[in-house]
Protein backbone atom coordinates (compact mmCIF):
# COMPACT_ATOMS: atom_id res chain seq x y z
CA UNK A 1 0.00 0.00 0.00
CA UNK A 2 1.56 3.91 -1.25
CA UNK A 3 0.46 6.45 1.11
CA UNK A 4 1.14 9.69 0.16
CA UNK A 5 2.15 11.48 3.43
CA UNK A 6 2.88 14.89 5.16
CA UNK A 7 4.42 14.79 8.53
CA UNK A 8 2.74 17.95 9.92
CA UNK A 9 -1.13 16.93 8.74
CA UNK A 10 -3.28 15.63 11.58
CA UNK A 11 -5.48 13.75 8.62
CA UNK A 12 -1.99 11.74 7.28
CA UNK A 13 -1.35 11.35 11.01
CA UNK A 14 -4.88 9.35 11.38
CA UNK A 15 -3.73 7.00 8.81
CA UNK A 16 0.13 6.53 9.89
CA UNK A 17 -0.97 6.17 13.68
CA UNK A 18 -3.82 3.39 13.06
CA UNK A 19 -1.32 1.40 10.20
CA UNK A 20 0.97 1.67 13.39
CA UNK A 21 -1.63 0.28 15.91
CA UNK A 22 -2.64 -2.43 13.60
CA UNK A 23 0.75 -3.55 12.43
CA UNK A 24 0.04 -2.62 8.83
CA UNK A 25 3.37 -1.92 7.04
CA UNK A 26 2.60 1.59 4.92
CA UNK A 27 4.93 2.35 2.19
CA UNK A 28 5.36 6.32 2.67
CA UNK A 29 5.73 8.81 -0.44
CA UNK A 30 6.60 12.26 1.90
CA UNK A 31 4.62 15.21 -0.38
CA UNK A 32 6.52 18.30 0.21
CA UNK A 33 3.28 20.10 1.12
CA UNK A 34 4.36 23.05 2.69
CA UNK A 35 6.52 24.84 1.35
CA UNK A 36 6.25 23.25 -2.15
CA UNK A 37 2.65 23.09 -2.65
CA UNK A 38 3.53 19.61 -4.43
CA UNK A 39 0.20 18.65 -3.67
CA UNK A 40 -1.51 20.53 -6.11
CA UNK A 41 1.40 19.54 -8.55
CA UNK A 42 0.11 18.36 -12.25
CA UNK A 43 1.35 14.54 -10.97
CA UNK A 44 -0.67 14.58 -7.40
CA UNK A 45 -3.83 16.31 -9.08
CA UNK A 46 -3.80 12.92 -11.70
CA UNK A 47 -3.76 10.94 -8.68
CA UNK A 48 -6.09 13.27 -5.99
CA UNK A 49 -8.01 16.07 -7.91
CA UNK A 50 -9.42 17.38 -5.12
CA UNK A 51 -5.93 18.57 -4.37
CA UNK A 52 -5.78 16.93 -0.67
CA UNK A 53 -3.46 15.05 1.37
CA UNK A 54 -3.98 12.03 2.26
CA UNK A 55 -4.05 9.69 -0.59
CA UNK A 56 -3.38 5.83 -0.75
CA UNK A 57 -3.16 3.86 -3.21
CA UNK A 58 -3.35 -0.35 -3.59
CA UNK A 59 -4.29 -2.65 -6.36
CA UNK A 60 -6.47 -0.56 -8.57
CA UNK A 61 -8.20 1.42 -5.61
CA UNK A 62 -7.05 5.12 -5.13
CA UNK A 63 -8.68 6.48 -1.78
CA UNK A 64 -8.31 10.25 -0.62
CA UNK A 65 -10.43 10.92 2.45
CA UNK A 66 -8.74 9.81 5.66
CA UNK A 67 -11.64 8.59 7.07
CA UNK A 68 -12.42 6.58 3.86
CA UNK A 69 -8.55 4.74 4.14
CA UNK A 70 -9.07 3.96 7.98
CA UNK A 71 -12.26 2.54 7.04
CA UNK A 72 -10.53 0.16 4.17
CA UNK A 73 -6.99 -0.52 6.82
CA UNK A 74 -9.65 -1.98 9.22
CA UNK A 75 -12.00 -4.25 6.77
CA UNK A 76 -8.58 -5.12 5.19
CA UNK A 77 -6.34 -5.96 8.50
CA UNK A 78 -8.33 -5.08 11.65
CA UNK A 79 -12.48 -5.35 11.45
CA UNK A 80 -12.92 -5.11 15.22
CA UNK A 81 -11.95 -1.51 14.63
CA UNK A 82 -15.06 -1.25 12.37
CA UNK A 83 -17.24 -1.35 15.61
CA UNK A 84 -19.96 -3.60 14.05
CA UNK A 85 -21.38 -5.40 16.64
CA UNK A 86 -24.28 -3.59 16.79
CA UNK A 87 -26.98 -1.22 14.97
CA UNK A 88 -25.84 1.21 17.79
CA UNK A 89 -22.12 1.10 17.93
CA UNK A 90 -22.18 0.76 14.11
CA UNK A 91 -24.39 3.99 13.56
CA UNK A 92 -22.08 6.10 15.95
CA UNK A 93 -18.84 4.60 14.36
CA UNK A 94 -20.76 6.82 11.06
CA UNK A 95 -21.84 9.32 12.92
CA UNK A 96 -18.11 10.06 15.04
CA UNK A 97 -16.34 10.10 11.34
CA UNK A 98 -18.34 12.45 9.80
CA UNK A 99 -17.74 14.33 13.01
CA UNK A 100 -14.29 14.30 12.24
CA UNK A 101 -14.42 16.59 9.08
CA UNK A 102 -16.05 19.30 11.23
CA UNK A 103 -13.32 19.28 13.32
CA UNK A 104 -10.53 18.87 10.32
CA UNK A 105 -12.73 22.30 8.56
CA UNK A 106 -12.31 24.19 12.48
CA UNK A 107 -9.56 23.06 14.17
CA UNK A 108 -7.71 21.78 12.05
CA UNK A 109 -7.96 24.77 9.49
CA UNK A 110 -7.34 27.54 13.14
CA UNK A 111 -3.97 25.23 12.93
CA UNK A 112 -3.13 25.59 9.23
CA UNK A 113 -4.32 29.43 9.63
CA UNK A 114 -1.69 30.14 13.01
CA UNK A 115 0.91 27.76 12.03
CA UNK A 116 1.33 27.69 8.26
CA UNK A 117 -0.07 30.79 7.69
CA UNK A 118 -2.92 29.14 5.89
CA UNK A 119 -5.84 32.13 4.73
CA UNK A 120 -8.85 31.88 6.97
CA UNK A 121 -11.57 33.99 9.13
CA UNK A 122 -9.47 32.79 12.55
CA UNK A 123 -12.18 34.00 15.38
CA UNK A 124 -15.08 32.49 13.15
CA UNK A 125 -12.94 29.32 12.94
CA UNK A 126 -12.21 28.93 17.00
CA UNK A 127 -15.72 29.57 17.64
CA UNK A 128 -17.02 26.26 15.18
CA UNK A 129 -13.77 24.28 16.87
CA UNK A 130 -14.79 25.15 20.10
CA UNK A 131 -18.31 24.18 19.78
CA UNK A 132 -17.49 20.81 18.29
CA UNK A 133 -14.89 20.43 21.33
CA UNK A 134 -17.81 21.30 23.44
CA UNK A 135 -19.69 18.33 21.89
CA UNK A 136 -17.45 16.13 22.08
CA UNK A 137 -17.11 16.61 25.55
CA UNK A 138 -20.10 16.38 26.43
CA UNK A 139 -20.27 12.75 24.73
CA UNK A 140 -17.37 11.48 26.31
CA UNK A 141 -18.63 12.49 29.57
CA UNK A 142 -21.66 10.85 28.84
CA UNK A 143 -19.72 7.80 27.64
CA UNK A 144 -18.30 7.68 31.13
CA UNK A 145 -21.19 7.64 32.91
CA UNK A 146 -22.41 4.65 30.67
CA UNK A 147 -18.93 2.78 31.49
CA UNK A 148 -17.62 3.54 28.08
CA UNK A 149 -14.32 5.15 27.24
CA UNK A 150 -14.59 5.50 23.43
CA UNK A 151 -16.86 7.41 21.61
CA UNK A 152 -18.68 3.72 19.96
CA UNK A 153 -18.70 1.78 22.95
CA UNK A 154 -15.95 0.23 25.38
CA UNK A 155 -13.29 -0.25 22.80
CA UNK A 156 -11.55 1.99 20.82
CA UNK A 157 -12.76 1.84 17.05
CA UNK A 158 -11.93 3.82 13.82
CA UNK A 159 -13.85 6.84 15.12
CA UNK A 160 -11.86 7.63 17.94
CA UNK A 161 -8.71 7.48 15.94
CA UNK A 162 -10.28 9.76 13.08
CA UNK A 163 -11.09 12.58 15.89
CA UNK A 164 -8.01 12.17 17.89
CA UNK A 165 -5.20 14.13 15.75
CA UNK A 166 -7.36 17.51 15.31
CA UNK A 167 -8.29 17.46 18.77
CA UNK A 168 -4.93 16.56 20.50
CA UNK A 169 -3.68 19.75 18.09
CA UNK A 170 -5.92 22.01 18.80
CA UNK A 171 -3.66 24.06 21.25
CA UNK A 172 -1.46 24.50 18.46
CA UNK A 173 -4.28 26.48 16.78
CA UNK A 174 -4.93 28.71 19.98
CA UNK A 175 -7.92 25.84 21.45
CA UNK A 176 -6.66 24.91 24.93
CA UNK A 177 -7.70 21.62 25.97
CA UNK A 178 -7.67 22.68 29.68
CA UNK A 179 -11.57 22.99 29.74
CA UNK A 180 -12.36 19.46 29.11
CA UNK A 181 -10.97 17.10 31.54
CA UNK A 182 -13.32 14.14 29.84
CA UNK A 183 -11.57 14.65 26.40
CA UNK A 184 -8.07 14.50 28.12
CA UNK A 185 -8.77 10.85 29.64
CA UNK A 186 -10.27 9.90 26.05
CA UNK A 187 -6.73 10.94 24.97
CA UNK A 188 -4.62 9.86 27.50
CA UNK A 189 -6.31 6.32 26.81
CA UNK A 190 -5.65 6.62 22.84
CA UNK A 191 -1.91 7.24 23.87
CA UNK A 192 -1.78 4.07 25.74
CA UNK A 193 -2.89 2.04 22.89
CA UNK A 194 -0.14 -0.52 21.97
CA UNK A 195 1.84 0.74 19.29
CA UNK A 196 0.90 4.24 19.59
CA UNK A 197 3.35 6.46 17.72
CA UNK A 198 3.69 10.22 18.03
CA UNK A 199 3.31 13.51 15.75
CA UNK A 200 5.25 16.95 15.95
CA UNK A 201 2.75 18.18 18.52
CA UNK A 202 1.99 15.23 20.16
CA UNK A 203 3.76 13.36 22.87
CA UNK A 204 3.98 9.53 23.85
CA UNK A 205 3.02 9.54 27.18
CA UNK A 206 5.65 8.85 30.03
CA UNK A 207 5.99 5.99 32.49
CA UNK A 208 4.29 7.63 36.02
CA UNK A 209 6.88 7.80 38.01
CA UNK A 210 6.58 6.58 41.63
CA UNK A 211 5.07 9.57 44.21
CA UNK A 212 7.61 11.70 45.23
CA UNK A 213 6.29 11.81 48.45
CA UNK A 214 5.48 15.48 50.16
CA UNK A 215 4.98 17.96 47.22
CA UNK A 216 7.71 20.85 47.85
CA UNK A 217 7.03 24.67 47.16
CA UNK A 218 5.99 25.60 44.10
CA UNK A 219 8.00 28.52 42.38
CA UNK A 220 5.13 30.13 40.71
CA UNK A 221 5.76 31.64 37.48
CA UNK A 222 4.34 35.35 36.04
CA UNK A 223 3.05 36.11 33.11
CA UNK A 224 4.84 38.62 31.56
CA UNK B 1 4.63 47.63 22.72
CA UNK B 2 8.37 48.52 23.81
CA UNK B 3 10.72 50.42 21.56
CA UNK B 4 12.25 48.65 18.97
CA UNK B 5 15.74 50.09 20.13
CA UNK B 6 18.99 48.97 18.92
CA UNK B 7 17.45 46.05 16.85
CA UNK B 8 15.82 48.70 14.88
CA UNK B 9 18.85 49.29 12.96
CA UNK B 10 19.65 45.38 12.26
CA UNK B 11 18.40 42.91 9.08
CA UNK B 12 15.89 40.45 8.99
CA UNK B 13 14.21 38.00 7.33
CA UNK B 14 11.01 38.40 5.71
CA UNK B 15 10.60 35.83 3.21
CA UNK B 16 11.21 33.17 1.01
CA UNK B 17 12.99 34.36 -2.35
CA UNK B 18 11.41 31.61 -3.70
CA UNK B 19 7.47 32.36 -3.18
CA UNK B 20 7.91 36.13 -4.01
CA UNK B 21 5.23 37.35 -6.39
CA UNK B 22 4.58 40.58 -8.14
CA UNK B 23 1.16 40.45 -5.25
CA UNK B 24 3.23 40.25 -2.87
CA UNK B 25 2.94 39.23 1.06
CA UNK B 26 1.78 41.16 3.77
CA UNK B 27 3.38 40.84 7.02
CA UNK B 28 4.64 42.46 10.37
CA UNK B 29 8.31 43.43 11.36
CA UNK B 30 8.80 44.33 14.67
CA UNK B 31 4.80 46.01 14.74
CA UNK B 32 5.02 47.54 11.73
CA UNK B 33 3.53 46.23 8.53
CA UNK B 34 5.35 45.44 5.41
CA UNK B 35 5.21 44.13 1.98
CA UNK B 36 7.49 42.07 0.52
CA UNK B 37 7.01 41.79 -3.48
CA UNK B 38 8.61 40.79 -6.77
CA UNK B 39 9.43 44.35 -8.83
CA UNK B 40 10.28 43.67 -11.80
CA UNK B 41 11.59 40.66 -10.99
CA UNK B 42 13.79 41.73 -7.99
CA UNK B 43 12.78 41.16 -4.84
CA UNK B 44 11.43 44.58 -2.90
CA UNK B 45 10.39 45.89 0.65
CA UNK B 46 8.18 48.51 1.45
CA UNK B 47 6.78 49.98 4.39
CA UNK B 48 3.01 51.13 5.73
CA UNK B 49 3.51 54.24 4.12
CA UNK B 50 4.98 53.14 0.56
CA UNK B 51 8.97 54.06 1.79
CA UNK B 52 11.15 51.55 0.17
CA UNK B 53 13.56 49.45 2.69
CA UNK B 54 16.72 47.70 2.32
CA UNK B 55 16.80 44.49 0.48
CA UNK B 56 19.04 41.46 0.20
CA UNK B 57 18.42 38.23 -1.12
CA UNK B 58 21.00 35.45 1.10
CA UNK B 59 20.26 32.24 1.73
CA UNK B 60 17.38 31.62 -0.51
CA UNK B 61 14.99 34.45 1.95
CA UNK B 62 14.59 38.39 1.59
CA UNK B 63 16.15 40.31 4.30
CA UNK B 64 15.06 43.58 5.04
CA UNK B 65 15.44 46.67 7.92
CA UNK B 66 13.12 49.46 9.06
CA UNK B 67 16.16 51.06 10.03
CA UNK B 68 20.09 52.00 8.30
CA UNK B 69 21.88 49.17 8.95
CA UNK B 70 25.50 49.94 9.45
CA UNK B 71 27.31 46.44 8.36
CA UNK B 72 26.70 43.62 5.91
CA UNK B 73 24.36 40.66 6.99
CA UNK B 74 26.33 38.02 8.04
CA UNK B 75 27.86 35.68 6.21
CA UNK B 76 27.78 31.27 6.20
CA UNK B 77 30.92 30.92 3.73
CA UNK B 78 30.55 27.11 4.89
CA UNK B 79 27.24 27.16 2.95
CA UNK B 80 29.38 28.18 -0.28
CA UNK B 81 31.19 25.05 -0.27
CA UNK B 82 29.93 22.76 -3.44
CA UNK B 83 28.23 19.84 -3.20
CA UNK B 84 26.10 21.09 -0.31
CA UNK B 85 22.06 20.92 -0.77
CA UNK B 86 20.73 23.85 0.12
CA UNK B 87 17.02 23.70 2.12
CA UNK B 88 14.46 25.83 2.42
CA UNK B 89 12.49 24.41 4.93
CA UNK B 90 9.43 27.01 4.91
CA UNK B 91 7.49 29.12 7.54
CA UNK B 92 6.20 28.69 11.07
CA UNK B 93 4.47 30.68 13.21
CA UNK B 94 4.84 30.57 16.61
CA UNK B 95 3.20 32.97 19.59
CA UNK B 96 6.09 33.43 21.71
CA UNK B 97 9.42 36.40 21.61
CA UNK B 98 11.37 36.30 18.71
CA UNK B 99 14.14 35.75 21.20
CA UNK B 100 12.96 32.58 23.01
CA UNK B 101 12.65 31.57 19.26
CA UNK B 102 16.74 31.75 19.31
CA UNK B 103 17.42 30.93 23.05
CA UNK B 104 15.70 27.46 22.13
CA UNK B 105 17.74 26.61 19.22
CA UNK B 106 20.35 27.63 21.53
CA UNK B 107 19.67 24.93 23.95
CA UNK B 108 20.62 21.20 24.17
CA UNK B 109 19.26 19.88 27.54
CA UNK B 110 15.59 19.38 25.51
CA UNK B 111 17.00 16.78 23.14
CA UNK B 112 16.01 14.09 24.99
CA UNK B 113 12.49 15.21 26.36
CA UNK B 114 11.64 16.90 23.16
CA UNK B 115 13.40 15.14 20.06
CA UNK B 116 12.80 12.01 22.11
CA UNK B 117 14.71 9.22 20.16
CA UNK B 118 15.53 11.17 17.39
CA UNK B 119 18.03 14.30 18.65
CA UNK B 120 18.41 12.62 22.48
CA UNK B 121 17.15 9.90 24.32
CA UNK B 122 17.17 8.68 28.02
CA UNK B 123 19.12 8.44 30.01
CA UNK B 124 21.66 9.88 27.76
CA UNK B 125 20.65 13.47 29.17
CA UNK B 126 24.11 14.86 30.57
CA UNK B 127 25.63 17.62 28.53
CA UNK B 128 28.87 17.59 28.89
CA UNK B 129 31.34 21.17 29.85
CA UNK B 130 31.52 22.84 26.70
CA UNK B 131 33.36 26.13 25.53
CA UNK B 132 31.60 29.82 25.27
CA UNK B 133 32.39 32.92 24.27
CA UNK B 134 31.38 36.63 22.69
CA UNK B 135 33.69 37.28 20.13
CA UNK B 136 34.57 40.71 19.96
CA UNK B 137 36.01 40.80 16.59
CA UNK B 138 32.80 40.06 14.86
CA UNK B 139 30.07 40.64 17.54
CA UNK B 140 29.11 37.01 17.79
CA UNK B 141 28.26 34.64 20.31
CA UNK B 142 29.64 30.72 19.69
CA UNK B 143 29.15 27.72 22.06
CA UNK B 144 31.53 25.36 20.87
CA UNK B 145 33.09 21.75 21.71
CA UNK B 146 29.58 20.40 22.44
CA UNK B 147 28.94 17.17 22.60
CA UNK B 148 25.69 15.08 22.26
CA UNK B 149 25.02 11.44 22.11
CA UNK B 150 21.86 11.41 19.50
CA UNK B 151 19.58 7.69 18.39
CA UNK B 152 19.10 9.82 14.77
CA UNK B 153 21.34 12.59 14.43
CA UNK B 154 20.03 13.75 10.54
CA UNK B 155 18.07 12.32 8.18
CA UNK B 156 21.52 10.36 6.88
CA UNK B 157 22.45 8.88 10.16
CA UNK B 158 21.94 5.68 10.82
CA UNK B 159 21.70 4.43 14.56
CA UNK B 160 22.89 6.67 17.68
CA UNK B 161 26.30 8.65 17.58
CA UNK B 162 27.46 10.98 19.43
CA UNK B 163 27.04 14.20 17.84
CA UNK B 164 29.70 17.84 17.93
CA UNK B 165 27.90 20.88 17.72
CA UNK B 166 29.19 24.54 17.13
CA UNK B 167 26.22 27.24 17.87
CA UNK B 168 26.86 30.41 16.63
CA UNK B 169 24.40 33.68 17.12
CA UNK B 170 25.52 36.11 14.42
CA UNK B 171 22.01 38.41 14.66
CA UNK B 172 19.96 39.59 17.04
CA UNK B 173 17.48 36.47 15.50
CA UNK B 174 19.38 34.42 13.96
CA UNK B 175 21.21 31.66 14.96
CA UNK B 176 23.41 29.37 12.76
CA UNK B 177 24.62 25.86 14.03
CA UNK B 178 27.28 23.66 12.71
CA UNK B 179 27.52 19.73 13.41
CA UNK B 180 28.65 16.51 12.71
CA UNK B 181 27.75 15.57 8.79
CA UNK B 182 27.23 11.89 9.68
CA UNK B 183 27.82 11.30 5.19
CA UNK B 184 31.15 13.06 5.10
CA UNK B 185 33.28 13.13 8.61
CA UNK B 186 35.27 16.02 9.08
CA UNK B 187 32.59 18.70 7.27
CA UNK B 188 29.83 20.46 9.04
CA UNK B 189 25.89 20.53 8.33
CA UNK B 190 25.12 23.46 8.77
CA UNK B 191 21.33 24.62 10.15
CA UNK B 192 20.25 28.10 10.14
CA UNK B 193 17.06 29.50 12.37
CA UNK B 194 16.15 33.14 10.77
CA UNK B 195 13.41 34.03 12.91
CA UNK B 196 11.21 37.31 11.36
CA UNK B 197 9.80 39.20 14.70
CA UNK B 198 6.41 40.04 13.92
CA UNK B 199 5.53 41.65 17.55
CA UNK B 200 7.04 40.95 21.01
CA UNK B 201 5.16 38.10 21.16
CA UNK B 202 4.26 36.64 17.54
CA UNK B 203 7.49 35.58 15.08
CA UNK B 204 7.81 33.81 11.88
CA UNK B 205 10.22 31.83 11.68
CA UNK B 206 12.09 30.22 8.66
CA UNK B 207 14.79 27.18 9.45
CA UNK B 208 16.97 26.96 6.34
CA UNK B 209 20.25 24.26 5.81
CA UNK B 210 23.12 23.53 3.94
CA UNK B 211 23.62 20.01 4.24
CA UNK B 212 25.57 17.15 2.70
CA UNK B 213 23.39 14.38 2.06
CA UNK B 214 23.49 12.98 -1.80
CA UNK B 215 21.09 9.93 -0.66
CA UNK B 216 18.26 11.34 1.05
CA UNK B 217 15.11 13.67 -0.87
CA UNK B 218 14.83 16.80 -0.66
CA UNK B 219 11.44 16.42 0.82
CA UNK B 220 12.39 14.33 3.36
CA UNK B 221 15.24 16.98 4.13
CA UNK B 222 12.36 19.89 4.73
CA UNK B 223 9.87 17.06 6.63
CA UNK B 224 13.10 16.16 9.08
CA UNK B 225 13.26 19.79 9.58
CA UNK B 226 10.10 20.50 10.09
CA UNK B 227 8.92 17.57 12.35
CA UNK B 228 12.04 19.15 14.76
CA UNK B 229 11.14 22.58 14.71
CA UNK B 230 6.80 21.51 15.24
CA UNK B 231 8.29 19.82 18.38
CA UNK B 232 9.57 22.83 19.73
CA UNK B 233 6.56 24.66 18.84
CA UNK B 234 4.52 24.25 21.48
CA UNK B 235 6.56 24.07 24.25
CA UNK B 236 7.84 27.49 23.07
CA UNK B 237 4.02 28.56 23.15
CA UNK B 238 3.99 27.93 26.66
CA UNK B 239 7.33 29.54 27.86
CA UNK B 240 6.63 32.07 30.64
CA UNK B 241 7.08 35.25 30.76
CA UNK B 242 6.23 35.81 27.39
CA UNK B 243 9.22 37.77 27.28
CA UNK B 244 12.66 36.70 27.40
CA UNK B 245 13.55 37.79 30.96
CA UNK B 246 17.53 39.98 30.73
CA UNK B 247 17.12 40.35 34.48
CA UNK B 248 19.51 37.25 36.25
CA UNK B 249 17.88 37.81 39.49
CA UNK B 250 14.51 35.55 38.43
CA UNK B 251 16.21 32.43 37.05
CA UNK B 252 18.71 30.06 37.87
CA UNK B 253 20.95 28.65 35.17
CA UNK B 254 22.86 25.34 35.23
CA UNK B 255 26.51 24.64 33.37
CA UNK B 256 24.32 23.35 30.16
CA UNK B 257 22.62 27.12 29.92
CA UNK B 258 25.98 28.54 29.12
CA UNK B 259 25.11 29.40 25.57
CA UNK B 260 21.53 31.39 26.82
CA UNK B 261 23.22 33.12 29.21
CA UNK B 262 25.86 34.75 27.09
CA UNK B 263 23.02 35.32 24.50
CA UNK B 264 21.22 37.20 26.88
CA UNK B 265 24.58 38.82 28.21
CA UNK B 266 25.09 40.30 24.65
CA UNK B 267 21.54 40.83 23.85
CA UNK B 268 21.61 43.31 26.86
CA UNK B 269 25.02 44.71 26.32
CA UNK B 270 23.43 46.24 22.94
CA UNK B 271 20.32 47.17 23.87
CA UNK B 272 18.42 44.28 21.62
CA UNK B 273 15.59 44.30 24.17
CA UNK B 274 12.34 44.25 21.69
CA UNK B 275 11.05 40.48 22.88
CA UNK B 276 13.36 40.66 26.16
CA UNK B 277 11.78 42.15 29.65
CA UNK B 278 14.85 43.70 31.72
CA UNK B 279 13.37 44.03 35.13
CA UNK B 280 11.29 40.84 36.64
CA UNK B 281 7.50 41.20 36.43
Redesign the interface.
Known amino acids: MIFYD???SPSCYRVRLFAAVIGRRLDLR???F???Q?HRSDAMLALNPAGTLPVLKDDGIVLTESTAILTYLAAHDAPAWLGDDTPVMRARVAQWLAFAQRLTDSAGAARAH????APGDIDALRAEATTALRELEAALSAARRRGESFLAGNRPTIADIACFPHVALA??G?LPLDPYPSIRLWMRALRGLEGFIEM??I??LHELLPEPGPMPDVIR???? | MSDQGAMRDHWYPVGMTKQLTAGGRDTLLMGEPIRVYLDNGAPAVSDGTGRSLPVIDRFGHVWTSLGAPNRDLFTIPEADQPGRRLVDVGVCRVRCSPLRAVENFLDIAHFPFVHTDILGSEPHTEVQRYEVEIREDVDEVWATKVKFYQPQAAKSAEGGITTDYMYRVCAPTCSVLYKTCPPKPGEWDVIALFVQPLTETLCEVWPWMALYDDAAEMTDLIHFQQMIFVQDRSVLENQLPALLPLDPGMEIPTRADMTSIAYRRWLKRHGFTYGAQLVAA
Open positions: YILAVDHPGEDMLLPDGPGHRKERA
